[in-house]
């Protein structure tokens, strides 16, 4: 089942900046997944991006996707600075699901002219393609991380790799929205932040969830996308990659924006 493959194109902070998604169930029985793209928060002309993979059914992201990029702009708007307002909004949201189980991890970013605010919690990935080189932005919060395997223990969580157990339950990511039950064992939505100012050279911001990034590397995307001339045709690239030709079986959400066009 395909939710399918979304282009816009809008001129506001970055000239005449084209944005692509991709939303695939791929083989899963359900789409656990969501995504938010807000060309414009608040009216400040600011930009808005969010993918979010969800676990123990859809109410998590789907919450997430709606709610998270308000708790932002309230937390902005009362003066505080991107990276704070970040962490609040993660974790005002995955309060507000403390009475459910289900949990989602979270990527997101906030364009204010060229500065360039990121957030994450849990395996969910931003990365920055240039024609040289790409970065990734954010931290992966999974036991395979040793600082989050030692902050784990610290809690008294069990650990049996690749999850972080409770009972007879277990859960990848160490850090996520919601999770109610996993959060005696050390389970926090407490983002990891960072910001950084776009340049010429610049081309693709890319958010996805593991569905992408456990079936290529950043490099490999990053090669993908150097032989591509927008952000459409990146996408249906990945798309194709990971579903067709590598038989990827997640549910597959990819945000990409085109920063500055090839010539």
């Known amino acids: 089942m395909s939710n399918g493959l979304t282009i816009s194109s809008e001129k506001r902070n970055l000239d005449s900046?084209?944005?692509?998604?991709?939303?695939e169930q791929g083989l899963r029985w359900s789409m656990e997944d969501a995504h938010l793209f807000e060309p414009d928060l608040g009216g400040h002309g600011w930009v808005f991006g969010g993918v979010y993979d969800g676990h123990g059914g859809r109410r998590a992201s789907e919450y997430a996707a709606a709610n998270l990029h308000r708790a932002l702009l309230k937390h902005l708007n009362s003066g505080l600075e991107?990276?704070?307002?970040?962490?609040?909004?993660?974790?005002?949201?995955?309060?507000e699901l403390a009475?459910?189980?289900?949990?989602?991890?979270?990527v997101?970013?906030?364009l204010q002219g060229r500065q360039l605010t990121v957030a994450n919690a849990g395996d969910a990935r931003a990365i920055l393609i240039g024609d040289s080189q790409v970065r990734q932005l954010t931290t992966d919060h999974r036991l395979d991380n040793p600082q989050e395997r030692e902050r784990i223990e610290r809690s008294g969580g069990r650990v049996k790799p690749p999850y972080v157990m409770r009972g007879f339950r277990g859960l990848m990511p160490t850090r996520s929205i919601g999770d109610e039950y996993f959060k005696p064992v050390g389970i926090i939505a407490r983002p990891s932040t960072g910001s950084l100012q776009i340049t010429a050279g610049d081309r693709f911001l890319l958010l996805a969830c593991d569905g992408l990034f456990d079936v290529m590397s950043n490099d490999e995307v990053a090669d993908a996308a150097r032989d591509e001339p927008d952000a459409e045709s990146l996408a249906d690239r990945l798309r194709r990659e990971v579903l067709e030709v590598r038989m990827g079986t997640d549910n597959l959400t990819v945000l990409i924006l085109e920063l500055n066009g090839k010539e």
Do not use: V
Not at 17 to 23: E, N, Q, Y
């Open 17 to 23: 900046m084209k944005t692509a998604i991709i939303s």
């Open 99 to 106: 009475y459910q189980d289900s949990g989602t991890t979270a």
């Open 82 to 95: 991107p990276e704070p307002a970040f962490s609040r909004a993660y974790e005002d949201t995955s309060n």
């Open 108 to 110: 997101t970013i906030l």
